[in-house]
T-cell receptor
Framework: QKEVEQNSGPLSVPEGAIASLNCTYSDRGSQSFFWYRQYSGKSPELIMFIYSNGDKEDGRFTAQLNKASQYVSLLIRDSQPSDSATYLCAVNQAGTALIFGKGTTLSVSS | EPEVTQTPSHQVTQMGQEVILRCVPISNHLYFYWYRQILGQKVEFLVSFYNNEISEKSEIFDDQFSVERPDGSNFTLKIRSTKLEDSAMYFC????????????????FGPGTRLTVL
């Protein structure tokens, strides 16, 4: 059974702080790793993807991948109240279905 | 910016009735997916579709479910005889390559249809 695990939170950070979200996955064959943001009652919105070990930066977001440890993380710098949402980690092998974690709820207080 | 669209946004039905959920994927995308999310739970894969046939399906996608691409733009999910436990948000997603040629296959999600079975 392919699993993606995330701490459900809530993770609470003050405005301007760094939020760190973590995810582990069970399938060593996983090739692509995605972070989606989901506001309550809305659909998942892609933040970024990563498929090589190391860091990938996009604006205030940095994704980190360690395939040996089967670990993916997302750092959000200068967190804003508008970043308050549930963050979904998803993984797949090329061309296959995304397997989602349950998501981590982030709350950024002003 | 092109986006996936879904109709209706909310569907209420009686148990045992048939429902059809509709999706219009992004126009140059070739791979289509249905996912569902029961309230408070994780997003779960139902089925993927490419070249007018199912390419992958989960154990949730039993004989009560079917998918179809009736024309060049629409992609539908039919539930033949709805049950209470079918109440969920249903998301359609699409992607260009499906991971072919080593290209990461980012899946873009539509806004969802909230299905309520009474």
């Amino acid at each position: 059974q392919k699993e993606v695990e995330q701490n459900s939170g809530p993770l609470s950070v003050p405005e301007g702080a760094i939020a760190s979200l973590n995810c582990t996955y069970s399938d060593r064959g996983s090739q692509s790793f995605f972070w989606y943001r989901q506001y309550s009652g809305k659909s998942p919105e892609l933040i970024m993807f990563i498929y090589s070990n190391g860091d990938k930066e996009d604006g205030r977001f940095t994704a980190q991948l360690n395939k040996a440890s089967q670990y993916v993380s997302l750092l959000i710098r200068d967190s804003q109240p508008s970043d308050s949402a549930t963050y979904l980690c998803a993984v797949n092998q090329a061309g296959t279905a995304l397997i989602f974690g349950k998501g981590t709820t982030l709350s950024v207080s002003s | 910016e092109p986006e996936v669209t879904q109709t209706p946004s909310h569907q209420v039905t009686q148990m045992g009735q048939e429902v059809i959920l509709r999706c219009v994927p992004i126009s140059n995308h070739l791979y289509f997916y249905w996912y569902r999310q029961i309230l408070g739970q994780k997003v779960e894969f139902l089925v993927s579709f490419y070249n007018n046939e199912i390419s992958e399906k989960s154990e949730i996608f039993d004989d009560q479910f079917s998918v179809e691409r009736p024309d060049g733009s629409n992609f539908t999910l039919k539930i033949r005889s709805t049950k209470l436990e079918d109440s969920a948000m249903y998301f359609c997603a699409s992607t260009t390559s499906g991971g072919a040629f080593g290209i990461t296959d980012t899946q873009y999600f539509g806004p969802g249809t909230r299905l309520t079975v009474l």
